[in-house]
């Protein structure tokens, strides 16, 4: 797997309301990878996700998924929303099933793969609960559990936390290790904390806004089996801190007055 | 044991306070409170002379001509014959309204084509197409079909047109993100999240219908309940005008209660 984003640009708006929100973003993201984008609202860190998801087109450069040019959505880069995305009148478990469906794949599959990744994510109990009767954080679990179940060859996830309250958000964060480490995906990480960027990914890239680009990649190679202590251990903060003050600096003048 | 023993007196004790309070509280009690004290104003004030008896029959007088109305089968065939002209033009105008609201819901194009000549039309009442379509269609059933497309179509086709436009892209950027094409996508998230405001807007709707339907029947008909109201009027029988009068109401309110029915049963996840 090799997701492959090149000199992408992207306008909003034609002639002199023109605006560029993102001007020559480049980056690789290889199989087994865990890579996070992290910027403040207005860095286009969305956008980059919407490219790639193929929901919107980039104005120049080029994104490409094994070779092969992204031209529209497909079920090869399954995609987790912040929230609202989890189909109200399905149960969990329909949910779940809903992309093999529209993949067609065989029933006896479908039941099976469902089954499977309501485990995986904890909720085989929840199969039968409809979406309004389960927790925020367990709704993002099954919005992750549909993602995967459709087999896509990067999952794309835009601030899957950001609406839910700390303390879940921090137990959602060590769920998703875990689960990347279990089963071995590719996973590309949009939000706007800097802490949760480097507990999760292996590989940071920090956007600036107006316009939105990457300004600084770092390489987080940290001991994660203990995300409690690792949250406060020195050596994390201070990183933390470092990228923190780089991010301050990055700001528009206008905002930081 | 002695505490045991006492349990059961104290309940039996408060079972009628709590039963009138229970009953009380269950949503239809003030309703059904509220129409029994109006047919005993309505009595009271009948029977008491002080209105003129052909101006304000008593509910006995307007029961017994309902009776007569009954076991004579013209109150049956008329019902029928409103009911059928209802659910015929209902049905034209909700079956077409469905793909016309779809297509103004998902595609610009057709909508800015259709949104402002159907805004228009809305606003002429229907019942003002009466001439029209008499001089059209002459005074067979075509004319009174027609005049309850004309008077809910517009108002069905852009109501679902609104319900299209508020589906979440979320949940439409999900599907495609899975892999859902075009036609998957609306069979598989747009017509199962419009539901539940679909069945709301036909209900809403249904009622304009039974509207038109006694307006075009008062006009010209051979049959239905608004050609026996007028029947009535010619012979002043004030007692068949509100026999009419409360089975339209009657029937309106039952399919009403059947549309909230089948909303409850078929778009439990909306409630």
Excluded at chain 1, 11 to 36: E, I, N, P, R, Y
Excluded at chain 1, 106 to 121: C, D, G, K, P, W
Excluded at chain 1, 217 to 231: A, C, E, F, K
Excluded at chain 2, 21 to 31: F, I, M, V
């Amino acid at each position: 797997m090799h997701l492959q984003v090149t000199d992408v640009c992207k306008t909003f708006g034609h002639g002199s309301q023109a605006k560029l929100v993102l001007d020559q973003v480049s980056f690789d993201l290889h199989g087994g990878q865990f890579l996070a984008l992290v910027g403040s609202s207005g860095s286009g860190k969305s956008t980059v996700m919407r490219l790639i998801a193929g929901l919107d087109r980039p104005s120049s450069g080029s994104i490409s998924l094994d070779g092969a040019v992204v031209r529209g959505p497909g079920s090869d880069r399954g995609m987790v929303f912040q929230k609202y995305s989890l189909y109200p009148w399905l149960t969990a478990a329909q949910n779940v099933a809903f992309g093999m469906e529209l993949q067609q794949r065989s029933r006896q599959e479908i039941r099976e793969r469902t089954a499977y990744f309501l485990e995986v994510v904890g909720l085989a109990d929840a199969a039968r609960l409809l979406p309004r009767e389960l927790s925020g954080g367990m709704q993002q679990r099954i919005a992750i559990a549909r993602a995967l179940a459709a087999e896509p060859k990067v999952l794309l996830l835009d601030e899957p936390f950001g609406a839910l309250d700390i303390q879940i958000r921090e137990s959602m964060q060590e769920f998703l290790h875990q689960l990347w480490r279990q089963t071995g995906l590719t996973a590309l990480l949009i939000t706007h904390d800097l802490e949760e960027a480097l507990l999760l990914a292996g590989q940071v890239h920090i956007m600036a806004p107006s316009p939105g680009r990457i300004v600084r990649s770092v390489t987080v190679d940290l001991d994660r089996r203990d995300m409690g202590q690792l949250r406060v251990s020195r050596m994390f903060l201070e990183l933390r801190e470092d990228l923190a003050h780089s991010l301050r600096s990055l700001e528009p003048a206008a905002v930081r007055r | 044991m002695p505490a045991l023993s006492t349990t059961p007196r104290s309940d039996s004790v408060r079972l009628a306070p709590a039963r009138l309070r229970r009953s009380l509280r269950h949503p239809w009690t003030l309703g059904v409170l509220g129409v029994a004290a109006v047919v005993l104003l309505w009595f009271l004030i009948s029977n008491s002379g002080v209105v003129d008896k052909l101006f304000l029959p008593s509910p006995q007088a307007v029961w017994a001509a309902g009776q007569n109305q009954w076991s004579s089968g013209l109150l049956l065939k008329d019902a029928v014959a409103s009911i059928q002209r209802v659910f015929i033009g209902f049905a034209l105008s909700a079956g077409l309204a469905l793909p016309v609201g779809i297509a103004m819901g998902t595609n610009v194009i057709i909508c800015r084509l259709l949104e402002p000549l159907m805004a228009l039309i809305r606003y002429m009442p229907a019942p003002a197409f009466i001439p029209l379509l008499i001089i059209y269609f002459g005074l067979e059933e075509l004319p009174k079909v027609l005049l309850i497309f004309i008077g809910t179509f517009f108002f069905n086709a852009l109501m679902i047109m609104d319900a299209v436009k508020f589906v979440p892209h979320e949940l439409v950027e999900t599907a495609r993100t899975l892999g859902g094409r075009g036609l998957q996508i609306l069979t598989r998230v747009v017509a199962p999240y419009i539901a539940p405001q679909v069945l709301d807007t036909y209900r809403i709707n249904m009622a304009s219908a039974w509207n038109l339907v006694i307006v075009a029947e008062l006009v010209a008909a051979n049959e239905g309940l608004g050609k026996r109201i007028s029947l009535a009027q010619r012979f002043l029988r004030t007692d068949e005008i509100f026999v009419g009068l409360i089975v339209i109401g009657l029937i309106g309110l039952t399919i009403d209660l059947g549309f909230r029915f089948l909303m409850r049963r078929a778009c439990s996840w909306a409630n």
